[in-house]
Structure formats: C-alpha cells, structure tokens
C-alpha cells in the first residue's frame, strides 16, 4: 500500500487497502480461535493437527492464506500485483522495487503457509486431541504470553470462557463474511474488465496528473498477475515440502545455516543495535541529570535552598520572639538608637 501511493498509483493502493482489510482481519480472527482453542497459549512450536478439530477455521485459514499470498482468484492476487506491475511499467528504479516486492509476495507465502501448516497438520496435539472429543481445554492458569505472569481469566482477554469459531455462531458469521470478501472483492478491478476502485476515486484525484497516467496496461497487469500466481504458489510448495513432507529440514538447514539463522532470529540485530544507540545513551542522560542537575540544582537550589532560606528565617524570628518584655524592651531601645544615630549621620 505504501509503495503504491508513493508511486502515486492510489486506486491500486486503495484497492489493496480494501482487500487487505478482509483477509489479514480473517486471519486474525482464526488465529484468535486457535489461540482460545490453546487455552491462551500462543507459541507455533506447540501447536498441530487443529486441522479435523477446527474444520471451519482452518477452512477460513486457508482463504486468508491464499488470499495473503496472492493466488488466483482470491482478492489479494489481484490488489497486490496491480500494484507491483506499475512499478515494472514506470521502468527505473521502480523496477528494482517490483523485484523485491516479488521477493517479499514469495517470503509471504512461505512464513504463511509455515503457520498453517504447522498449526493444522501433522500429528494432533494434545489439545486438539481434547478437541476431537468434545471437550475445550481450559489450562489450570492462564499466563500472559509477553511476560508469563498468571492473569485473572475472569478479567480481560480471554475471560472465563475461551470462544472459538467451532461453536460460536457470531464468530462463524463474521469470519463467513470476511471470508466471502477475501474470495470475491477481487472482481472490482480486474484488469480490462473492472475498474470500480479507479472510477471510485476520480472526483477525489480530478485534479492530479498521474492518477490517469500512471495505471498499468492490461498486457502490463496480467502478465504479473501470472508471474505473482507462480511465486505464491511456489512459496507453498517450498512451505508444504519443508514443515510437512520432510519435518526435519528446518534443523537440518538451521544447523547448517546456524550464522544466518543467528541472524534473522535475533531480528538483524535490531533490538541490540537499538538498545546500544538509544537506550544505553539516553538512559545514561537520564541519570546523569536525576544525579546531578536534578539533585544538585532543582532539589538543592530551588527547592532545598528556598525551604533553607524560610526555615533560617522562621528559626530567626523565632529566637527573638522569647517571650519577655526586657527583651522586647530592649528591641525597642536598640532601634530607636539606631534610628537616630541614623538621623544625626545623615545630618552631619
């Protein structure tokens, strides 16, 4: 989406924005169902074989997938490919942009395919199993995923009770609808055939020059719809081969890629590299201020010696009010003298 309207092809953007919001909703919602049907736990690696327990939400899985992955006829082939063969149209440096948009459509398909299939496939786990017979499983405490504390279920997500698409008739309607617009918003800009985003959109780009410009011809877009077909279909395949029909691939290749895995399994380094150029330094800043400035200046200076000065002069005022008129007296004398010695100096 961003790289279509920074390419000022906006209907395409829109266009994408729309379907998008089908499919990726769908999958969230699924993936919520499976999470309930867990008892709250969210971690793949314990997961599998929901494939029979959960027919209708991996049914909604699947669309989502295939839709996210871009293969035909689900919307999200014809959104996303629109968009990626502007770039190949305008030529340049956006042709470097609808590569790597090809190369992240084929990585798309694969890590999508990888959760469904290590969810859904291969031998059930022992809450699917529960499933199968009838039974919901419900952990004795439910922990928050983020930091593994136990959580009140009574209170907030998940609650008392764990609702999943199997047996929830709202769920069932939602996810039903989300699924028909994932399959079907496709038809509203086919290439030569429809074009309802674009003609949507006109009164609100009347005045741009490249809203009508910059479109992809239909040779243009259905060429990529083709190329966008078999990349999605082949990351599914990579996908099935490697977490279904040879499991013990991904060790093999972790073991033998061990650096590289390294690497994109601490995310590039990027929490590290953020913790040494921000976090580190600013936190540095921080106490050196709360040691010094804040201490010595706010607390010291402005609050310290403020309440200083008025306790010094509250101790003042309090030793001269002793309480006996001799010394009341003598306050007296004292200033009357040194009003007039005061006086005669001025006069002299």
């Not at 601490?266 to 540095?284: C, G, M, N, Q, S």
Request: hydrophobic letters at 50%; aromatic letters at 12%; glycine letters at 12%.
């Amino acid at each position: 989406m961003i790289m279509a309207v920074s390419s000022a092809a906006y209907a395409a953007g829109m266009f994408h924005l729309v379907t998008h919001a089908f499919f990726k909703a769908l999958l969230f919602m699924a993936a919520g169902s499976v999470i309930a049907a867990m008892a709250g736990t969210q971690d793949l690696n314990k997961m599998g074989g929901f494939r029979k327990a959960m027919p209708f939400t991996y049914g909604c899985m699947i669309i989502g997938g295939l839709a996210l992955a871009g293969v035909p006829p689900f919307s999200g082939l014809f959104s996303k490919d629109e968009i990626i063969a502007l770039q190949f149209e305008r030529g340049g440096f956006h042709v470097v942009l609808g590569v790597l948009a090809y190369f992240g459509s084929f990585l798309t398909a694969v890590y999508t395919f990888r959760m469904i299939f290590r969810a859904f496939h291969n031998e059930p786990v022992p809450e699917a199993v529960e499933l199968e017979g009838g039974h919901l499983h419900h952990a004795h405490e439910h922990t928050n995923p983020a930091t593994g504390e136990v959580e009140d279920t009574g209170v907030g997500f998940p609650g008392a009770d764990h609702h999943i698409a199997e047996r929830e008739l709202p769920m069932k309607i939602a996810m039903g609808a989300l699924a028909v617009g994932a399959v079907g918003l496709g038809a509203l800009q086919i290439p030569g055939v429809t074009n309802a985003v674009h003609h949507f959109l006109e009164p609100t780009f009347a005045d741009s020059e490249f809203y009508e410009e910059l479109e992809a011809s239909t040779g243009t877009a259905w060429l990529g719809i083709v190329i966008g077909s078999v990349i999605g279909i082949a990351g599914i395949a990579l996908a099935y081969r490697l977490w279904v029909q040879d499991r013990e691939a991904p060790a093999r290749i972790q073991a033998r890629l061990a650096g590289v895995h390294g690497f994109f399994a601490h995310k590039w380094y990027f929490d590290e590299l953020i913790d040494t150029v921000i976090v580190r330094p600013f936190a540095w800043f921080g106490r050196f201020g709360r040691n010094t400035f804040e201490r010595l200046v706010v607390n010291g200076l402005f609050v310290g010696g403020t309440s200083g000065v008025v306790r010094a002069g509250s101790a003042a005022v309090r030793a001269v009010q002793s309480g006996f008129v001799r010394a009341y007296a003598a306050l007296l004398i004292g200033g009357l003298a040194a009003l007039a010695l005061y006086f005669l100096i001025a006069a002299s």
